[in-house]
Nanobody
């Protein structure tokens, strides 16, 4: 069972930057797409950024130009660099990994890390 461990959340002021990381507890064998989601209390979870095994990237419109997703396959880690943070970026950010193998696909989720953007 793969576990995802997120690091990097916290309290920052508007305009500041943070980098999140999400590392799998074991080496990933197979094709894996991964990304970050966020959820504000009372609202649905939304995709923030995703990066496929092929390298193709998706960003939510609200974060384009400010956030950057990357992955290090050797370290089984995905990163989210967040710049120019705004109060509306405040949310619980959760890492996701979708693993595709010969036997099927499995989706894994981290526990989430809270980011608060406030002055």
């Amino acid at each position: 069972q793969v576990q995802l461990v997120e690091e990097g959340g916290g309290l920052v002021q508007p305009g500041e930057s943070l980098r999140l990381s999400c590392t799998a507890s074991q080496s990933i064998s197979g094709i894996w797409n991964t990304g970050w989601y966020r959820q504000v209390s009372g609202k649905e979870r939304e995709a923030v950024a995703r990066i496929a095994d092929s390298g193709s990237i998706y960003y939510a419109e609200a974060v384009k130009g400010r956030f950057s997703i990357s992955r290090d396959n050797a370290k089984n880690t995905v990163y989210l660099q967040m710049n120019s943070l705004k109060p509306e970026d405040t949310a619980v950010y959760t890492c996701n990994l979708d693993l595709f193998t010969d036997t099927g696909s499995t989706s894994y989720w981290g526990k989430g890390t809270l980011i608060t953007v406030s002055s």
